[in-house]
């Protein structure tokens, strides 16, 4: 009987090793598949991300708005004008005209030519981000060899590492694509915010909000890749696996497993810290 239940026990062991321990790695695979997605895609212009996208917010979206803009760069002007008319605690002087149709003329000539210097300005960024090289090897983890007396803790602490790894892999995914959706939204509205310029020291604000932000959006790519590269050499320099089998509670394998899943949470919270960083140090 006890070698009937013995044979049983191995077979039913066998069984789950087959099935379920190939999984043990999986949190490893998500998180290299991620990376891989991401860099493949991380210096690539608007332009080139998305060209569909980009050809709707450019050609249809932009011209659509250039031609309330053009509209508004006149009215603006004049209801400028009208409101230093009207206010009579301040007349009107021959340099608030000569500013006035000086904003004017800038306006109209910028929005001429405001398509080119939205490419001028997404392509400085991407050539910028071209220069910065990141060592991928640096961001991917290995896969651990399984201490097979260690393997059912090991495929459930791998199994939290699932939900570690999807949680880091769509915040970086997020973090990199919401960057574009953002440029091509301020591409379909940039004629509204450039017309006003012509609208006064009050009005002109939007255009100057505008700028910054389109300017910060597209050199987040810049921060957020410097980011990347010094968080993965960050994580890949710390040794956490002695310290955490020195509590001789783990297996090896298994003390690399928590720290891979470290360095992932370490690394993705650099990338995600970038966009404060920007909003901090440049005022973007």
Same mark, same amino acid.
């Given at each position: 009987?006890?070698?009937? @239940? ?29 990376? #891989? ?20 917010? $450019?050609?249809?979206?932009?011209? &659509? ?6 509209? !508004? ?15 009579? %605690? #301040? ?40 220069? &910065?090289? @990141? ?7 290995? &896969? ?29 995914? %997020? ?7 953002? $440029?091509?939204?301020?591409?379909? @509205?940039?004629?509204?915010?450039? /017309?006003? $310029? ?21 050199? *987040? ?6 980011? !990347? ?12 696996? #002695?310290?955490?089998?020195?509590? *001789? ?7 690399? %497993?928590? /720290? ?25």
């Amino acid at each position: 009987m006890k070698i009937i @239940v013995a044979s049983f026990l191995t077979d039913a062991y066998q069984w789950f090793a087959d099935t379920f321990l190939p999984i043990g790695n999986l949190s490893e695979s998500i998180w290299n598949a991620g990376v #891989q997605l991401i860099m493949s895609y991380a210096l690539d212009s608007p332009q080139d991300f998305n060209r569909p996208a980009w050809t709707f917010a $450019i050609s249809d979206l932009f011209s &659509i708005s250039k031609s309330v803009g053009i509209v !508004l760069v006149n009215l603006l002007f004049f209801a400028n004008f009208i409101r230093a008319a009207t206010n009579l %605690k #301040q007349n009107i002087t021959l340099e608030m005209c000569v500013e006035a149709f000086a904003k004017l003329v800038f306006a109209n000539v910028l929005m001429l030519k405001l398509d080119t210097a939205i490419r001028a300005i997404t392509n400085a960024t991407t050539n910028f981000a071209g220069v &910065i090289s @990141v060592n991928q090897s640096t961001l991917t983890m290995d &896969i651990v060899d399984l201490d097979i007396d260690w393997s059912f803790t090991y495929w459930l602490i791998d199994l939290v590492g699932i939900f570690i790894a999807g949680f880091c892999v769509f915040s970086l995914i %997020k973090a990199f694509f919401i960057r574009y959706f953002d $440029i091509y939204l301020l591409i379909a @509205v940039a004629p509204l915010a450039i /017309s006003t $310029i012509s609208g006064g020291h009050e009005i002109d604000n939007t255009a100057k909000a505008w700028i910054k932000t389109f300017i910060g959006k597209c050199f *987040e790519v810049v921060i957020m890749l410097m980011a !990347l590269g010094i968080g993965g050499y960050f994580a890949s320099s710390l040794d956490l696996s #002695q310290y955490i089998t020195a509590v *001789e509670m783990f297996a090896n394998s298994i003390a690399i %497993k928590i /720290s891979h899943l470290i360095c992932m949470l370490i690394i993705t919270t650099a990338v995600r810290s970038s966009d404060e960083f920007t909003r901090r140090a440049f005022g973007f």
